[in-house]
């Protein structure tokens, strides 16, 4: 079946400190990724997303290069902020069928210190 | 507004009664889709909507659960007989369309449903 494994949180940063939350995926053929945030008291909304093998997602200041060699769409910032505080999801749609029917991870909650 | 709307925001109700969770999506999307998440894990889906008919209800859990969308704009989703373990946030969330793969999908803050 089609599965999303994140890394477990929360995790704690101070300010300017380098994320990379990982993130990997099990699919037949060849799905589309994403990374979806949660702002405290907000809904759901894209971050980035890639749809084939080598494509780079960024917004933000974040970037995620989508591996199919490794099955792997681990999101990266070079400077965290304070408003980067939020739970992080790592998702895919699978290559068949054609809605939007995401498969999420589990989601990691990430806190920025100042 | 202009985001997805979902009514209430909490709900407490006790095990054996019946539930509505409303969703207005954004105006003018065509495509609705209802998760559900419980306590430490991510969005699991249940159940989505192209137009007025539900396009794919594999993810409802039981026949307690039903979603209706009479019109083509706001979603019912509805839970019969409820139990403790329907206890999470249901999120409803719309898209512009169903093309394949697009991905972007507008939620709502959810609706937080307790069973006692």
């Known amino acids: 079946g089609n599965s999303v494994t994140q890394m477990e949180g929360p995790v704690t940063l101070s300010e300017e400190a380098f994320l990379t939350i990982n993130c990997t995926y099990t699919?037949?053929?060849?799905?589309?990724l994403f990374w979806y945030v949660q702002y405290p008291g907000e809904g759901l909304q894209l971050l980035l997303k890639?749809?084939?093998?080598?494509d780079k997602g960024s917004n933000k200041g974040f970037e995620a290069t989508y591996r199919k060699e490794t099955t792997s769409f681990h999101l990266e910032k070079g400077s965290v902020q304070v408003s980067d505080s939020a739970v992080y999801f790592c998702?895919?749609?699978?290559?068949?069928?054609?809605?939007?029917?995401?498969?999420f991870g589990k989601g990691m909650k990430l806190t920025v210190n100042p | 507004g202009a985001g997805v709307s979902q009514t209430p925001s909490n709900k407490v109700t006790e095990k054996g009664k019946y539930v509505e969770l409303r969703c207005d999506p954004i105006?003018?999307?065509?495509?609705l889709y209802w998760y559900r998440q419980s306590l430490g894990q991510g969005p699991e889906f249940l159940i989505y909507?192209?137009?007025?008919?539900?396009?794919?209800d594999s993810g409802l859990p039981n026949d307690r659960f039903f979603a209706v969308r009479p019109e083509g704009s706001v979603s019912t989703l509805k839970i019969q007989r409820t139990e403790r373990g329907d206890s999470a946030v249901y999120l409803c969330?719309?898209?512009?369309?169903?093309?394949?793969?697009?991905?972007?999908?507008?939620f709502g803050e959810g609706s937080r449903l307790t069973v006692l």
């Open positions: 969330a719309s898209s512009r369309s169903s093309g394949p793969g697009t991905g972007e999908l507008f």
């Open positions: 699919a037949t053929g060849y799905p589309s």
């Open positions: 890639a749809t084939k093998a080598d």
């Open positions: 998702a895919l749609i699978p290559s068949q069928g054609g809605s939007e029917k995401l498969v």
């Open positions: 105006s003018g999307h065509t495509a």
């Open positions: 909507f192209q137009g007025t008919g539900a396009a794919d």
